[in-house]
């Protein structure tokens, strides 16, 4: 499954010899499209394969998508992602480290949704739902859980540009793709809430600093993380405590609940954690 970037890659490289501008300028994207296209097209049979399934988009996370409930659990990732992106911007706005622009385009609203719903999707499809099942099959559950969230973590990492400066960033991803594990445990294998939550995070701090505030270039790395406003906040001091409370709450509910932190890929979303 993982080849199928390379294949996508293959496929429209030939495109770029046409020397049309607007498809060299977004030929990555173009190719990355094909390949997402690729990999949900052979998932199911994959799924049914590997992993023995009956029902594979359950047990990938997305069941009940026509119905009220599954609308809720993404408008709840939602919200969990507005009271997050909440507590990065205060600090800075408080601290007087951001001005208020609220400068607010139709472009970049075009621009949000985008993030929200394909890229929340798409990631969350290929994290939580294929790669967390995955790693069900090839390894032990008890390391599940800290194995995705460690891939997530550096498949989000910009390797052109390595120093020690990543380690905060690292811990940030690190322990977001731990979140989002925990949230489709506490779902019964839902991916709905993973998907608003992941979504609302990338889209909302796109608006965020390209339409509502302009960031001062002398934030502290502590507080906003390495790279400054085009940086990730969950590297920063705020984003990883705001992330370890989070996870502390997880996991004080699953307690609470009697579940482990291993299996139950195949539950379903109606026994989730209220």
Not at 67 to 80: P, R, T, V, W, Y
């Amino acid at each position: 499954m993982p080849s199928l970037y390379f294949i996508g890659w293959l496929i429209v490289k030939p495109v770029s010899v046409l020397q049309i501008e607007i498809i060299n300028q977004n030929i990555s994207l173009i190719g990355t499209l094909i390949s997402f296209l690729l990999f949900f097209a052979l998932l199911p049979g994959w799924v049914k394969l590997r992993w023995n399934s009956s029902f594979p988009f359950r047990d990938i996370g997305l069941f009940d998508l026509n119905k009220l409930s599954s609308l809720a659990a993404f408008l709840n990732g939602i919200f969990l992602a507005v009271v997050l992106l909440l507590c990065l911007t205060l600090p800075l706005i408080i601290w007087s480290y951001a001005g208020w622009v609220g400068n607010i385009s139709f472009f970049n609203i075009i621009n949000s949704l985008f993030l929200l719903l394909l890229v929340g999707f798409a990631e969350e499809l290929i994290f939580r739902g294929w790669l967390l099942g995955e790693l069900n099959v090839l390894i032990n559950p008890r390391f599940v859980l800290v194995g995705q969230a460690l891939i997530f973590s550096f498949a989000h990492i910009r390797f052109g540009n390595l120093s020690w400066d990543l380690i905060p960033e690292l811990c940030g991803l690190f322990l977001l793709g731990l979140v989002l594990a925990l949230t489709r445990k506490i779902q019964k294998g839902s991916i709905l809430t993973c998907i608003g939550l992941h979504g609302g995070l990338v889209g909302g701090w796109f608006l965020i600093t390209n339409s509502l505030i302009q960031i001062d270039l002398s934030t502290p790395a502590w507080l906003i993380g390495p790279g400054g406003a085009s940086g990730n906040p969950l590297g920063g001091g705020v984003g990883i405590c705001a992330l370890l409370f989070i996870l502390w709450r997880q996991l004080t509910a699953l307690a609470i609940a009697g579940m482990p932190l291993t299996g139950a890929r195949k539950a379903s979303s109606r026994d989730a954690i209220p």
